[in-house]
């Protein structure tokens, strides 16, 4: 079968060209086709701090694919078939390295120590108050200036009777972003046979601390650049979320989803309500909350489902997590360019991330982020694609 990559097609012809060679070509897009699973590895440049950054690619036995660099373990692209066979692209990202360095709104990475907000950069552990970072309104965002995200990690690839497999490790020292403890982390990513991308996490310190790691792909299940996400279809399993405040700290209570735009346990497109007269939709700009996952906690349970109905591409969510942040992409405004060539445009991506509560360390009736030493963190995040035929929009 002829490969040929669309963003590749878009990149060597003019805007007039392209639409005309693609329509042309159709017949040839890449589909999926069973194969041996395999994984590659290739250089991808340089950070500017001189760390030599690595991109891996696993391709699973039903020929879905995903590529991930050593930078951030960010995913770079993952490729999976709609309801004909045809494979797309479904995360956002850029070509190069430096892109990702520079301008890179969180695309596909790794997030820690503390993936979403702590208030005010601070929080008191054993009566020791640690200061954080501040990237954010005032707050720290995603483990600070330099989170996991912005840091290489070492790889290690395997194949495993599940999948091929790209086991990450980085160990960050006592006093990284003004977080107390040398934590040990590895996070092991695996495209499994049955079309799951699975990421395990494990970490141990040395001095009690706070964790809270995640996962940050924004998807278009449709194809990334292929335009806003308002109409994938959504459920989420979470009678409950945490009200924010306006720079999206939450206030610390627990308030039910029944009656409100955040009501998500019936299967909803992400636009039907998004833009209503809402004072959390108008805080966040549109959905940017956490979900209390209505599963027990610490086991692995279906947490959320989305549907695209044109592609008929599904994912189904599933972790060991407590709450989820369900983010429609309401900072991307137009400026970044994608691996592509195109525009990536308000809300033109979403991210489903299973983590602990935002500012849990400040909020005692939240579930502990506490680690100690001796202690096993451990955290699983599934994201299983499959097709359907008809989705009810
Ligand atoms: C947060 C958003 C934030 C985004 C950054 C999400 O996880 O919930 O508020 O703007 O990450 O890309």
Redesign the pocket.
Known sequence: MLALDGDFLQEMLTPREYPLVISGLSLLTPMVQATDPSITAKPFGTTSRGGKVTQHTLINAKGASVSIITYGGIVTSLKVPDRNGKLADVVLGFKTLSEYEKKS??FGCL?GRY???IAEAEFTLDGHTYHLAIN?NGQS??GGLRGFDKVVWSATPTETKQGPSLKLTYVSKDGEEGYPGNLSVTATYTLTNKNELKLVFRAKTDKATVVNLTH?SYFNLAGQGSGDILGHVVTIHADEYTPVDQV?IPTGKIAPVKGTPLDFRKPMAIGDRIDTKDEQLKF?GGY?HNFVAAKLPGHLGLIAKVEEPKSGRVMEVISTEPGV?F?SG??LDGTLIGKGGRVYGFRNGF?I?PQHFPDSPNHKNFPSTVLKPGEIYRNTIIYRFSTAKGIKN
Request: glycine share 6%.
């Open positions: 709104p969180y997030v993936g979403n907000r954010n965002l995603h940050h999206l966040a940017d942040q983010y309401n900072f991210c991330e």
